[in-house]
């Protein structure tokens, strides 16, 4: 998952959780009250200021070891700070969608209603095309733009 950060100058920092190191990873769930990292991840697709706050400073702490979560802020977070996913997630949720929806042979329907949901949460939304063209699924991308013609 990628964190965008809208440093003061205007600058955006990009963090991505993939480069967390273990212990900053349980620092962060201990942080917010000893949850389980799925829960991190899932708090952070929902764009959780809390979540969000504690990535930011896992971060902050490899330069001020001493930085206490508590004393730790984003002022203004909602238009600062913002969780997106990667292509690779993007990938993994659609290939766990398509083998949950296979045995129920609806996964065109599962992928039409999941879709808008992963264009909005893509740090690019054109990764959710291509993810769809790897899994054989680019007929609902060029659907849904015969659609909007």
Do not use: C, Y
């Not at 902050?60 to 977070?77: I, S």
């Not at 329907?109 to 959710?128: C, F, G, M, N, Y």
């Amino acid at each position: 998952m990628i964190i965008s950060f809208r440093q003061d100058d205007g600058s955006v920092e990009q963090l991505s959780t993939d480069d967390l190191s273990a212990r900053e990873a349980a620092a962060v769930e201990k942080a917010m009250g000893d949850v389980q990292w799925q829960r991190v991840e899932a708090l952070l697709q929902l764009q959780d200021p809390t979540a969000l706050r504690a990535i930011v400073w896992a971060f902050r702490r490899r330069e001020q070891p001493d930085l206490a979560f508590d004393d730790f802020d984003v002022p203004g977070w909602r238009r600062r700070i913002r969780a997106r996913i990667t292509r690779s997630e993007i990938e993994d949720a659609l290939n766990n969608l398509m083998v949950q929806a296979i045995s129920e042979k609806s996964e065109d329907t599962q992928i039409d209603l999941l879709t808008p949901h992963l264009r909005k949460l893509a740090e690019d939304p054109a990764d959710v095309d291509a993810a769809l063209d790897g899994l054989g699924k680019g007929h609902l991308v060029r659907r849904r733009q015969d659609s909007k013609d």
